[in-house]
């Protein structure tokens, strides 16, 4: 091929790529005009969350306006506190408006069920309960009604004047017991614990609950100041030296982040790589769930916008994780596998990780959209063919050479879901419970059985 050709061809596939980058940004390019609104009706409505309504369903449902021609397009107070009204005019005049409730994530699927809400914004994974209450509009844990919009880190936060840096699960739990009551008694100043923690309505406080009190089997103490505001948390917390709470990762504000470790784990700051990846003990997914039956014209493109390209890089402006894939370098270290450290030393690690529903070898709803995403960028970058390398993970439960069996079957079965999106991986490892994550419990088992990406 002559060197004119070559770059002809390349103009070629730029071009394509361009083309097809726009109709991922815009859904109305692949289908029909979405209807206009009746009257005095919005178009979308999204109740649940507070740490998804207060800034980031906003920032999407505005952007979303835009992807489609609209102007003018506003956030606007909707008259009650955590609500608001996202407004646009088309060309002709038209009205478009939208409606965020953020009164916490149990509110959400409230809506789903009484049909006062098209999506519901949750901070956690729906509960058992939920689940089998809204058994009548199908199942919620499907792939149609469970959409993972984004990772946010649980940051615990105290003032910048605690000279505290990390703390383990344990001791976080310790301190929102009361049983810990005297910041003197982990390193720090001679300064009583002082409490500040989400209300009950809140998916921060269920995650809270349930990432940090349930494991170890404890309770909140019943002095904690109480929140429905991640923002008004942050900035009291951060005013007060003895102060600590637990916000979302875009609502740490002038607050301090420590660095959290979690069994056997390092301690680790809630970083974008490392929450991205979810290796951050108190790293959680952010969610919307809708009905996965009957979803309007509206709700439907709405939710391939906010999967789009667009829609994830205003997650990440929004201040939480986006799902777009990076390479991030890693400093090899005496305590890895050899093969990790060859890995460290001469390859990329890539921001996602593979997991897995519970009890299964299926990749679970947010692993499924992730494969999509990851052949994107192997296909972008050029390393579909004998570039990447898989290394599966296990928990620490069990004979050592089964645990190592199944990670690298994990692997395998990864493989299997890119080799028919046409990459050839180069290699796969299967390290059993080497490099945990998280501890050896029931939802620290969850993470640790997982596969990651590395390139060359």
Same mark, same amino acid.
């Given at each position: 091929?002559?060197?004119?050709?070559?770059?002809?061809?390349?103009?070629?596939?730029?071009?394509?790529?361009?083309?097809?980058?726009?109709?991922?940004?815009?859904?109305?390019?692949?289908?029909?005009?979405?209807?206009?609104?009746?009257?005095? *009706?919005?178009?979308?409505?999204?109740?649940?969350? !507070?740490?998804?309504?207060?800034?980031?369903?906003?920032?999407?449902?505005?952007?979303?306006?835009?992807?489609?021609?609209?102007?003018?397009?506003?956030? *606007?107070?909707?008259?009650?506190?955590?609500?608001?009204?996202?407004?646009?005019?088309?060309?002709?005049?038209?009205?478009?408006?939208?409606?965020?409730?953020?009164?916490?994530?149990?509110?959400?699927?409230?809506?789903?069920?009484?049909?006062?809400?098209?999506?519901?914004?949750?901070?956690?994974?729906?509960?058992?309960?939920?689940?089998?209450?809204?058994?009548?509009?199908?199942?919620?844990?499907?792939?149609?009604?469970?959409?993972?919009?984004?990772?946010?880190?649980?940051?615990?936060?105290?003032?910048?004047?605690?000279?505290? $840096?990390?703390?383990?699960?344990?001791?976080?739990?310790?301190?929102?017991?009361?049983?810990?009551?005297?910041?003197?008694?982990?390193?720090?100043?001679?300064?009583?614990?002082?409490?500040?923690?989400?209300?009950?309505?809140?998916?921060?406080?269920?995650?809270?609950?349930?990432?940090?009190?349930?494991?170890?089997?404890?309770?909140?103490?019943?002095?904690?100041?109480?929140?429905?505001?991640?923002?008004?948390?942050?900035?009291?917390?951060?005013?007060?030296?003895?102060?600590?709470?637990?916000?979302?990762?875009? *609502?740490?504000?002038?607050?301090?982040?420590?660095?959290?470790?979690?069994?056997?784990?390092?301690?680790?700051?809630?970083?974008?790589?490392?929450?991205?990846?979810?290796? /951050?003990?108190?790293?959680?997914?952010?969610?919307? /769930?809708?009905?996965?039956?009957?979803? *309007?014209?509206?709700?439907?493109?709405?939710?391939?916008?906010?999967?789009?390209?667009?829609?994830?890089?205003?997650?990440?402006?929004?201040?939480?994780?986006?799902?777009?894939?990076?390479?991030?370098?890693?400093?090899?270290?005496?305590?890895?596998?050899?093969?990790?450290?060859?890995?460290?030393?001469?390859?990329?690690?890539?921001?996602?990780?593979?997991?897995?529903?519970?009890?299964?070898?299926?990749?679970?709803?947010?692993?499924?959209?992730?494969?999509?995403?990851?052949?994107? /960028?192997?296909?972008?970058? !050029?390393?579909?063919? $004998?570039?990447?390398?898989?290394?599966?993970?296990?928990?620490?439960?069990?004979?050592?050479?089964?645990?190592?069996?199944?990670?690298?079957?994990?692997?395998?079965?990864?493989?299997?879901?890119?080799?028919?999106?046409?990459?050839?991986?180069?290699?796969?490892?299967?390290?059993?419970?080497?490099?945990?994550?998280?501890?050896?419990?029931?939802?620290?088992?969850?993470?640790?059985?997982?596969?990651?990406?590395?390139?060359?």
């Amino acid at each position: 091929m002559t060197a004119s050709a070559s770059g002809s061809t390349m103009r070629k596939r730029a071009l394509c790529l361009w083309v097809f980058g726009l109709l991922c940004a815009s859904p109305l390019a692949l289908g029909e005009p979405l209807a206009a609104p009746a009257a005095n *009706s919005p178009v979308l409505r999204i109740q649940g969350s !507070n740490t998804v309504g207060a800034k980031l369903a906003p920032m999407l449902l505005a952007g979303f306006f835009e992807a489609q021609g609209l102007n003018s397009v506003r956030v *606007s107070p909707a008259g009650k506190e955590n609500e608001q009204r996202i407004s646009a005019v088309d060309s002709s005049g038209r009205t478009y408006h939208a409606l965020v409730a953020a009164h916490g994530t149990g509110t959400g699927f409230a809506g789903l069920k009484d049909g006062s809400s098209d999506l519901a914004a949750a901070s956690r994974p729906i509960k058992d309960s939920e689940h089998a209450s809204l058994a009548s509009l199908g199942d919620l844990r499907s792939a149609d009604a469970e959409q993972v919009i984004a990772i946010d880190g649980l940051a615990i936060i105290v003032s910048p004047d605690n000279p505290v $840096s990390s703390l383990s699960v344990e001791q976080v739990a310790s301190l929102f017991t009361g049983e810990i009551r005297n910041w003197k008694a982990l390193g720090g100043k001679d300064v009583p614990v002082e409490l500040h923690a989400r209300d009950d309505q809140s998916g921060t406080y269920d995650t809270f609950k349930e990432l940090v009190l349930g494991v170890q089997g404890k309770t909140l103490a019943a002095d904690a100041a109480r929140y429905e505001s991640n923002d008004q948390l942050s900035q009291i917390v951060s005013s007060r030296p003895g102060a600590i709470g637990f916000v979302g990762l875009a *609502s740490v504000g002038k607050a301090r982040a420590l660095a959290i470790a979690d069994g056997d784990s390092q301690p680790m700051l809630p970083s974008k790589a490392l929450v991205a990846t979810e290796d /951050y003990p108190l790293s959680r997914r952010l969610f919307f /769930y809708a009905n996965p039956v009957q979803q *309007s014209q509206w709700t439907r493109t709405f939710l391939s916008f906010v999967h789009s390209a667009a829609g994830q890089a205003i997650v990440a402006k929004s201040g939480y994780i986006g799902q777009a894939i990076d390479a991030i370098s890693l400093s090899p270290s005496p305590d890895m596998p050899q093969p990790y450290q060859t890995l460290a030393t001469q390859a990329k690690r890539l921001t996602v990780n593979f997991r897995f529903d519970e009890g299964s070898a299926r990749l679970d709803n947010k692993a499924q959209r992730d494969v999509e995403r990851l052949i994107d /960028y192997l296909q972008t970058t !050029n390393k579909t063919m $004998s570039a990447a390398v898989l290394v599966g993970f296990g928990d620490a439960r069990g004979d050592p050479a089964r645990t190592a069996l199944l990670s690298k079957l994990r692997a395998m079965a990864v493989r299997r879901e890119l080799a028919r999106g046409g990459v050839l991986v180069k290699e796969i490892n299967g390290l059993g419970d080497y490099l945990p994550v998280a501890s050896n419990t029931p939802s620290g088992r969850i993470k640790n059985r997982r596969v990651e990406v590395w390139v060359y």
